[in-house]
């Protein structure tokens, strides 16, 4: 489809009232992007990208879809597919993306004053007070356009007056060609229509079990559970829910900071071998450990508490089953590298059982808080938490720096270990390895 569903994109004429505009900024099919852009030769042609351990799809192109793929499909279920089709197959290579994720958003901060990460291709700009001197559609249809010429990334921008309905927007600019890569509601027909053709699955806030509600409450589309009145929204909902109607209702009062902060942070992975020995299940939790206390960092972010779980191949009925996981709450929320893996280890050591040939172990921080508002604790065990701060920023910079995992914990281990994932399709890290930069042969 190449027209647009409700109308011509025009700018807020002055004599509308001033409203806050919010745009989201969203990668196109991102993983599968990033990997084009070393590898022009596929463009148009079906790409996909695998999870851990190679083994399903969790990013494709359009026109994988068309062959019949779709996100989730185990690789080995689709062999005959791939191979018919000549579709390319990638492993995940999360520094590559978050290496290109980072030169996406330095672009949208040199052009919009305010920029919020909400996930690795998603940003939000507040557009407040640019009404005044730019038509909002041209302003981020040059930013995307920015975007593009520098990092050959496509991406689509949906802007409105809530959160969720430039959510909305999004999906129409993607969806169709005629927006040219922009949508806007700037009116309440656009949001009404917008609201009527929308899949009230896709919703953003709306899960499997409000969406099952919502069917069974006689609610089909975002338009009729936007036309509820607020009692009925108040009596049958709690307060995720109520803000969803309000943002469709184009009352912005989601603050996505405190969404992602009150996300609970988890690292786990399937192993590429089984493995049933003590140091290499401590080594797979050391490193899931080290990434989350990373993660946290970069949010500027601490957890309250540490899970560690293990689990044995259920899919193995020929083998002993056993699955167990363990919690540990710190006195103070924390971010600390050494903690968190020192927490996440002695766990392991309570719930390991000898003679089970396990599968997965992860890692789950949660209760996250902002350590902007840390309040210390005096029983506090950590008496020298500023150098410990110190310490690792000096260790990320150096990582960053140099690439990851050039400083980590000796518990950890060595590259090759029977746990470490399959990834036998990785491209190669162009952007920060630099024995890994990509090479032109004339």
Not at 78 to 102: C, E, P, W
Request: net charge positive; charged share 20%.
């Amino acid at each position: 489809m190449t027209d647009s569903p409700f109308g011509e994109q025009s700018p807020i004429s002055s004599t509308n009232p001033v409203i806050d505009m919010y745009a989201l900024v969203d990668c196109n099919s991102f993983f599968c992007s990033v990997e084009k852009v070393f590898h022009p030769g596929l463009e148009g042609k079906p790409v996909c990208v695998l999870s851990n351990n190679d083994g399903c799809i969790v990013a494709l192109t359009p026109e994988a879809k068309k062959l019949g793929l779709h996100r989730g499909d185990p690789i080995f279920k689709v062999q005959d597919i791939v191979r018919k089709h000549g579709v390319t197959i990638f492993s995940t290579n999360m520094q590559l993306y978050a290496a290109m994720s980072k030169r996406v958003t330095n672009i949208l901060r040199k052009s919009i004053h305010h920029v919020e990460n909400y996930s690795i291709d998603e940003s939000f700009c507040n557009l407040k007070g640019y009404e005044s001197h730019f038509d909002l559609v041209d302003l981020m249809r040059g930013v995307a356009d920015r975007i593009k010429l520098w990092t050959d990334i496509p991406v689509s921008v949906g802007i409105a007056p809530t959160k969720t309905l430039a959510k909305v927007a999004n999906k129409f600019a993607k969806k169709y060609d005629g927006y040219h890569s922009v949508c806007m509601i700037d009116s309440e027909e656009k949001r009404i229509k917008a609201l009527s053709l929308f899949d009230l699955a896709d919703v953003w806030g709306i899960g499997r079990q409000t969406l099952s509600k919502l069917n069974y409450l006689g609610v089909s589309t975002p338009l009729e559970f936007a036309n509820k009145s607020e009692s009925w929204v108040r009596s049958n909902f709690h307060k995720p829910g109520i803000q969803t109607w309000l943002e469709l209702n184009g009352t912005p009062c989601i603050d996505t900071s405190e969404v992602v902060q009150n996300q609970t942070i988890c690292t786990s992975r399937s192993f590429g071998e089984m493995v049933s020995d003590l140091p290499s299940l401590k080594a797979s939790v050391a490193s899931f450990a080290s990434s989350c206390a990373n993660k946290l960092r970069g949010q500027n972010a601490g957890a309250r508490s540490v899970t560690v779980f293990i689990c044995s191949n259920r899919f193995r009925e020929d083998l002993p089953q056993y699955g167990n996981s363990a919690t540990y709450t710190f006195i103070t929320p924390t971010s600390d590298t050494l903690e968190i893996t020192s927490a996440a280890l002695k766990l392991l050591k309570q719930i390991y059982r000898p003679g089970i040939q396990y599968k997965k172990s992860g890692v789950i921080v949660g209760d996250i808080v902002s350590m902007s508002m840390l309040q210390m604790n005096l029983f506090d065990p950590i008496h020298n938490r500023k150098e410990r701060s110190d310490l690792m920023k000096a260790i990320d910079v150096i990582n960053h720096r140099y690439g990851l995992k050039t400083i980590k914990l000796l518990a950890e281990g060595d590259k090759e270990q029977k746990w470490k994932v399959k990834c036998e399709h990785r491209s190669q890290n162009y952007l920060t390895n630099i024995n890994e930069i990509l090479t032109i042969q004339i």
